[in-house]
């Protein structure tokens, strides 16, 4: 059977990314379970993929899309039955395997997660590996101990899929949330997740000192390099920053001060590969305490034709929120 995916390959000619028709038979074996794709999503690692800004992809050609939710076809594994909808994050799809910016996928039982009853398949892609990303870092925060009694929580990259919804979810808790962004005109938007306060991105992007003025007592980072330095040289005695972007870039230009003088820690968010564990208490956390509302509010839906040029205004941070992508629209 024949279906639309997105298409990227590089080769002598150089780079190109697609939307075209491809067959059942193209897609890779050796995989149990294939899907009828209802949404995927764009990410900033997708974003990179589908504009070659960055080497995600490891092989050629590929079909990108980290993220993916839709119906149960065909399925080897008992775990899974026709009909079923099922949600994937990461596991090196749309970078070393065919991903699901595309209306049919095929890909291993083990990366799958059973939706819950009361998620849509859109609503799982308007969380996505960012929203599933924010809920490892809140859930990292609650159980390093913080409270939401004890002080201030940062989020960087507010306005961005990571920052959007872990904003929310911190405030559906109970937390005092300051927001950093680049956008101050999205004040507005930033209010309505959550956000207690708002502090311009400036602040902490450029270089800073080793240790300074102690505020936050936990920080959700999405954007890497100085505005990371800054947030640690700003954490509390003992308190933690987890880290999960490099939007600002891949560099930590930091000093130890603030884990041995503070006793900070600094929590890594892996999302690619994280145990299934981890990924049912994030969706369980998202089902239970993720607004439904919010979450149509912080999300726009485009067809599969448009996803090349959204791709370009993600890495040229022209867009907020989260972005679905209705692969039959």
């Known amino acids: 059977m024949s279906f639309k995916a997105v298409l990227l390959n590089k080769d002598q000619q150089g780079f190109s990314a697609r939307v075209t028709e491809l067959e059942d038979e193209d897609l890779p074996a050796g995989s149990e379970v294939l899907i009828s794709v209802e949404y995927s999503t764009l990410n900033y690692k997708d974003a990179l993929a589908l504009t070659d800004h960055s080497p995600v992809v490891r092989q050629w050609p590929m079909v990108p899309g980290i993220d993916g939710a839709g119906l149960v ?4 594994d008992p775990r899974f039955l026709s009909g079923q909808r099922v949600v994937l994050n990461g596991w090196g799809a749309g970078e070393r395997h065919w991903g699901c910016l595309a209306q049919r ?15 849509s398949t859109w609503a799982a892609m308007a969380i996505g590996t960012a929203g599933y990303t924010a809920a490892l870092s809140v859930d990292a925060v609650q159980k390093h101990g913080v409270q939401p009694e004890d002080g201030e929580v940062l989020v960087t990259g507010a306005t961005g899929g990571v920052g959007s919804i872990a904003i929310a979810l911190l405030a559906a808790q109970g937390y005092r949330v300051v927001a950093a962004t680049g956008k101050p005109q999205e004040r507005y938007y930033l ?7 708002i502090i311009e991105r400036e602040e902490l992007a450029a270089p800073g000192k080793p240790l300074q003025k102690e505020r936050w007592t936990a920080v959700i980072d999405a954007v890497g390099s100085h505005t990371l330095a800054n947030a640690c040289a700003q954490t509390r005695y003992r308190g933690i920053v987890t880290a999960c ?3 600002q870039g891949m560099e930590f230009p930091a000093s130890v001060a603030p884990f041995i003088l503070r006793g900070v820690t600094l929590a890594g968010i892996d999302s690619v590969m994280a145990p299934h564990e ?12 993720l ?5 149509s509010s912080l999300a726009a839906t485009i067809p599969l034709d448009q996803v090349v040029g959204a791709a370009q205004k993600i890495i ?3 867009l907020r929120g989260r972005l679905v992508v209705d692969v039959n629209g």
């Open 73 to 76: 076809l065909e399925s080897d």
């Open 105 to 119: 996928a095929r890909v291993p039982a083990d990366w799958l997660i059973r939706l819950p009853d009361s998620l």
């Open 191 to 197: 209010e309505q997740l959550g956000a207690t306060d």
């Open 245 to 247: 972007g490099l939007v």
């Open 278 to 289: 981890f990924r049912d208490a994030a969706w369980k956390r998202l089902d239970r305490d």
């Open 291 to 295: 607004n439904r509302e919010t979450l």
């Open 316 to 318: 040229d941070g022209k």
